[in-house]
């Protein structure tokens, strides 16, 4: 007699788990006040991404639904959008106004709509990266745990010099200006300070949307003549220089307060975000534990080398079951096969938006059953066996490696 006996399917027993997800990017409470429509809900997806948005016409709606209606992102988020608002059927032309209308009046009658719907639709905890503002948890710790950005102080050479988001470091750090070592003190202390109020589950760095992810070992001379610089002076190779330097301080930080350090791998700016490309960091910080994010899609097996030969790589899904289901599937069983711990892995849905957030877990629950029921079928796993991965990948992984429980 297994768990799994109470249950017709494997993929009912993976659905009445917890979801753990790794990433997130909800939108504060403010976002959800006024204005929501499928148009809003729609436009705050990835499947905006396509650059088939509509903007409340027939015909932008009708172009949306022929184009980008079989993408993944569109599968997803149309059943997140289903389970989130109990709506029926499909998307059409002829039902828009009546699901947008739903939506409209669910989100005007509950306030809290946004974060208790992610918690009624199976997720227990999400690691929120609000990169616009980092280290928050939206005012809602019941469900979210930040993870800390630490990009905006790849930024800091100079006193006006602006981070993505117009954030100004040195203004909103409040650091009143010094040297070089003077700066990483100041970052520490900051960092650490979150730490302590348990605000910092992880860093992350995502500038694989701004430079090219190998960041190389320190150059001291180059990061120190960079700093102070004015901005008429400082040329683009000494900013890299500079933000070389701070993410090599930020891998020893991550190794010392021993939270994992998520990098985006993979799209952003696809010429300079292929996975390999991390692997001298990986090595030169083995105390640092690196989650590879998305996969490094479409690079899925350079992840897979990586996790095979690194014990201080954690690969994870997040985004990847939503960028391309089938990969994802792929990508799952490579990772079980070669990854130094099945404990590594995790998955996250990196949304901004609940109808999003919950159309990805609906994905990953998919994937899940999926390769559990391939290995199951084949043989090469007993019931046993997957229960106890099922639970692994959709909840005690994520417990274990961001908030050292299971
Ligand atoms: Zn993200």
Redesign the pocket.
């Known amino acids: 007699m297994t768990d799994k006996d109470n249950f017709s399917s494997i993929y009912e027993y993976v659905s009445s788990l917890p979801v753990f997800s790794d990433?997130?990017?909800q939108r504060g409470d403010e976002f959800f006040r006024e204005g929501m429509s499928l148009e809003k809900v729609i436009a705050n997806s990835y499947i905006a991404w396509t650059g088939f948005v509509s903007d409340g016409t027939r015909e932008s709606r009708e172009r949306f639904l022929d184009n980008a209606g079989f993408n993944s992102y569109f599968t997803w988020l149309e059943k997140g959008i289903q389970k989130v608002h109990g709506i029926g059927s499909r998307i059409t032309l002829e039902n828009w106004d009546f699901i947008s209308d739903t939506i409209k009046k669910t989100y005007a009658a509950d306030p809290d709509f946004h974060w208790r719907s992610l918690l009624d639709n199976g997720y227990e905890r999400q690691i929120l990266?609000t990169?616009w503002d980092p280290g928050l948890d939206n005012g809602h710790p019941e469900v979210f745990t930040p993870a800390f950005r630490i990009d905006k102080f790849m930024y800091g050479y100079n006193a006006s010099s602006v981070a993505p988001n117009d954030f100004i470091p040195w203004e909103r750090y409040g650091f009143s200006g010094g040297s070089l070592d003077d700066y990483v003190e100041h970052m520490r202390n900051i960092i650490i300070k979150q730490y302590r109020k348990g605000k910092v589950a992880a860093f992350?760095c995502?500038e694989a949307y701004n430079r090219h992810i190998s960041f190389l070992p320190d150059d001291y001379e180059a990061a120190k003549a960079a700093f102070n610089k004015p901005a008429e002076e400082i040329t683009e190779e000494e900013k890299i220089l500079f933000g070389n330097y701070i993410f090599n301080r930020c891998c020893e930080l991550a190794a010392q307060l021993e939270v994992p350090f998520q990098i985006?791998t993979g799209l952003a700016r696809l010429s300079g975000s292929r996975p390999m490309n991390l692997e001298p960091v990986i090595a030169r910080y083995p105390k640092t534990r690196f989650v590879l994010?998305h996969s490094g899609f479409p690079w899925t097996n350079e992840v897979s080398g990586l996790a095979h030969n690194y014990g201080n790589v954690c690969p994870s899904l997040?985004?990847t079951a939503t960028i391309c289901t089938s990969e994802a599937v792929r990508a799952l069983h490579d990772y079980i096969d070669v990854s130094c711990s099945i404990n590594s892995i995790t998955w996250?849905s990196?949304c901004f938006v609940p109808e999003d957030s919950v159309g990805a877990m609906l994905a990953w629950r998919y994937i899940v059953a999926t390769v559990l029921e391939e290995r199951y079928t084949d043989g090469r796993m007993d019931m046993k066996d997957v229960e106890i991965l099922a639970r692994k990948l959709m909840y005690e992984n994520g417990r274990r490696l961001y908030l050292k429980k299971i």
């Open positions: 990433h997130e990017h990266d990169f992350k995502a985006h994010f997040t985004w996250g990196d």
